[in-house]
């Protein structure tokens, strides 16, 4: 049996490189091309999202009470990378922030990875309505992510949610640049 160690995928290509050599010891050659045909696709319609420069924070958020901020290195940054934004942290690793100094990063979406998506953005309101009052909560940019996308890094998986989330907030910012004419 041969073990294959693979490092964290935090930037997309570490991933691709990930999918290459496990491929490779898995002799699935065919399998890997696919497979990294189907990444490609995925990572350019990400670019083609209008996402690119906002400021977005990601929240660990396993304990609402505690605001667990992702920073450099870490694959909370990545996705948001993935996204084509701007991390609000100044940073490495995650770091427990106030909901106000938070308030005071401005940022224009607040992505939260909770224990459970369909409820971790309601916990966080809860535990820290003083973030209704941020950019991203006014616009109705407090999102949901599931986590377990990330939980070694980026996978396929978190691409597919990084890609349904950009689809999302493209549609809701094209909305609202519709409206705004």
Do not use: C, W
């Amino acid at each position: 049996m041969q073990l294959v160690h693979l490092p964290s995928a935090t930037p997309s290509e570490q991933l691709r490189s990930n999918i290459g050599k496990l491929a490779e010891a898995l002799k699935q050659h065919q399998r890997g091309s696919l497979l990294l045909k189907q990444l490609d696709k995925q990572l350019i319609a990400l670019k083609q999202q209008p996402l690119n420069h906002l400021k977005i924070a990601f929240l660990l958020s396993m304990d609402s009470t505690k605001l667990r901020l992702a920073g450099a290195g870490s694959s909370g940054v990545a996705f948001i990378k993935l996204l084509g934004g701007n991390s609000v942290a100044q940073f490495n690793n995650y770091q427990t922030v106030s909901a106000e100094s938070l308030l005071a990063m401005q940022p224009d979406i607040i992505l939260v990875a909770g224990n459970n998506p369909a409820t971790a953005v309601d916990q966080l309101l809860t535990a820290n309505p003083v973030l209704l009052h941020s950019s991203a909560g006014r616009n109705g940019r407090i999102i949901a992510v599931d986590g377990s996308t990330l939980v070694a890094g980026l996978s396929i998986a978190a691409v597919d949610e990084a890609l349904r989330l950009a689809t999302a907030l493209s549609k809701q910012y094209n909305d609202k640049q519709t409206a705004a004419r």
